[in-house]
């Protein structure tokens, strides 16, 4: 991960530092060992005691142990963000930077952005020809300076294959854990989300932007009942049943939900089966078409269909990528 140190750290640029470090930078030896390896990459030189240059504004600023030629030969590079005047004012960033950035994807790196850190993969030709997004409220400056990136500003994250780019925040959480996804599997994901009391999947689709995002008030009256649903996916659902056991009108319960999820319940459950079958896929060798029952997306075709669409793969490649390690048998 590239941290911009000679320039002194935001306080409000911690929280996409701190993602990473949270995803990747302890070891989760119990779920897949070895883990991954985090290295703090400085752009700057080696910081000493007693420095005063660093802007009082910026916070504070980071020591580290690697610089910017360790990015070369990383697996993946991520830049969680640029300083805000190479933003606003268009500060030229450091070519150094840029330098290195291309070199590490010239390797065969992986790279990712978080929130501003996209302006640093434009200036280095990364996102050219690339649909990309970044954080709402500094897309319309990322599609001006950089006219051959397609800007997406309406969705949480952009998997190019081997460049993603997301948007501020808690988007960034949601592109580091589907890392982990395409990385370890789906169950994996889901098991440090679970640790991480964060939600498992966030399809990166999903608007940036929802309108009455948080519920107006906090009873967990919905808790049971997605439970519920959750437990049952491979029975047919309709909005009238989750909101029969929610003792809601479908109305309420469909206010409710999105209110909560920023989704419909028929958006929730689809991406609650899909995960149910990615599941299936990564740990058992049964039938694409069994696999479709279980997680309630009906036949093999509604299956592959779906896969196509959301996920953008067929099961049957997905299930490659992630051989079964046991578990239900099938032919």
């Known amino acids: ?15 996409e530092m701190s993602i990473p470090c949270t995803v990747f930078g302890k070891p989760q030896p119990d779920l897949a060992d070895p883990w991954y390896d985090l290295r703090l990459c400085g752009t700057g030189q080696p910081q000493h ?29 991520i830049v969680p963000s640029v300083p805000d005047d190479c933003v606003e004012e268009g500060r030229p960033l450091p070519q150094r930077l840029i330098t290195a950035l291309r070199r590490a994807y010239d390797g065969g790196a992986r790279m990712v952005s978080l929130c501003t850190g996209a302006f640093a993969l434009a200036e280095a030709g990364l996102l050219d020809g690339r649909r990309a997004t970044a954080h709402w409220m500094h897309t319309a ?65 999903q608007a940036q932007f929802i309108d009455l995002s948080v519920p107006t008030t906090d009873d967990g009256s919905l808790g049971p009942v997605l439970d519920w649903a959750r437990a049952h996916l491979d029975q047919p659902l309709t909005v009238e049943d989750l909101a029969r056991r929610a003792a809601m009108s479908p109305r309420t319960f469909y206010r409710r939900l999105q209110e909560a999820t920023g989704t419909t319940p028929l958006q929730w459950l689809l991406n609650q089966r899909l995960g149910r079958a990615q599941s299936l896929l990564e740990s058992t060798t049964l039938p694409i078409d069994k696999v479709g029952e ?19 793969v067929s099961p049957s490649d997905y299930r490659r990528a992630f051989p079964a390690k046991g578990g239900a048998a099938g032919r």
């Open 294 to 312: 279980l997680s309630g997306l009906g036949t093999a075709n509604n299956l592959r269909h779906h896969f196509l669409r959301q996920i953008g």
């Open 49 to 77: 005691e007693g420095r005063d240059d660093v802007p009082a504004a910026a916070g504070l600023s980071l020591r580290t142990r690697y610089g910017l030629d360790d990015l070369v030969g990383a697996d993946t590079v």
């Open 141 to 205: 400056q990322l599609a001006e300076r950089y006219p051959k990136v397609q800007v997406d500003d309406s969705v949480l994250y952009v998997d190019d294959g081997d460049v993603l780019t997301s948007a501020g925040l808690t988007a960034g959480l949601d592109l580091c854990l589907h890392l982990v996804r395409r990385d370890l599997g789906a169950g994996i994901a889901n098991q440090l989300a679970r640790r991480m009391v964060v939600p498992a999947h966030r399809p990166g689709g």
């Open 1 to 15: 991960m590239v941290v911009t140190e000679e320039i002194g750290v935001p306080s409000w640029d911690l929280y």
